[in-house]
């Protein structure tokens, strides 16, 4: 068990429907981070929020924004969802964003646009 | 383009021998480099990692190889036990200005076991 959570386990919606992805970092960290894992690919970055504030955009659409709240925890929302869009949603977390923090992954929403 | 290429989907190796998981690299700025592990229905967990100044790292039953001049990475997992068998993510990362660093993975390695 890393310590960062994710919910839901999975969701199966619709496409042009809109969901939220949330993730709790583990106790103490202050860097959040999305991937995108979709079918036999390696992990996207999306983005990172540190401390409540966004400090790196990766290949994250328009239709998709994110934000970290007062109390670190996250949220990724996607809009406007299209089939392609059906991944493995992973949130890490890290105690800062510096080159020696390791980066705690959760277990990962599984979004399923039919 | 894919900056972090892992060209081998899968692997098996017999309990006990060496397992040699690779990776090249096309991106000249990385400088630190990631392996994570993961199981079926985990995220991925960090496993050992090592900076472009140095040419290997050493952590138990595991090293990581970096030959810069090739743009190539390794993992040497000895001996290899059963509950090695995960997938294995190969990740780079570039400098970064504050308190960012952006993971770059490869797509990959299923390592497989075999007792």
């Known amino acids: 068990d890393s310590g960062v959570t994710q919910t839901p386990k999975h969701l199966i919606t619709a496409t042009g429907q809109r969901v939220t992805l949330r993730c709790s970092p583990r106790?103490?960290?202050?860097?959040v981070y999305w991937y995108q894992q979709s079918l036999d690919q390696g992990l996207q970055f999306l983005i990172q929020?540190?401390?409540?504030?966004?400090?790196a955009k990766g290949n994250i659409l328009e239709r998709f924004s994110a934000q970290q709240f007062p109390d670190l925890h996250s949220e990724l929302n996607l809009s406007s969802l299209e089939l392609g869009d059906s991944a493995l949603y992973f949130c890490?977390?890290?105690?800062?964003?510096?080159?020696?923090?390791?980066?705690?992954f959760g277990p990962g929403t599984r979004l399923t646009v039919l | 383009d894919q900056q972090v290429k892992q060209n081998s989907p899968s692997l098996s190796v017999q309990e006990g021998r060496i397992s040699i998981l690779n990776c090249d690299y096309t991106?000249?700025?990385?400088?630190?480099f990631l392996w994570y592990k993961k199981y079926p229905a985990e995220g991925p967990t960090f496993l050992i990692s090592?900076?472009?100044?140095?040419d290997k790292n050493e952590d138990g039953r595991f090293t990581v190889f970096l030959n810069k001049s090739a743009k190539h990475l390794s993992l040497h997992i000895v001996p290899s036990q059963p509950g090695d068998s995960a997938v294995y993510f190969c990740?780079?990362?570039?400098?970064?200005?504050?308190?960012?660093?952006?993971?770059?993975f490869g797509s990959g390695t299923q390592l497989t076991v075999l007792p």
């Open positions: 106790s103490g960290d202050l860097s």
């Open positions: 990740a780079a990362s570039t400098p970064f200005s504050g308190s960012a660093r952006q993971l770059t």
């Open positions: 991106n000249s700025m990385f400088d630190y």
């Open positions: 890490a977390s890290s105690i800062g964003g510096l080159a020696t923090d390791t980066q705690y």
């Open positions: 929020y540190y401390n409540g504030e966004e400090r």
């Open positions: 090592i900076s472009s100044i140095k």
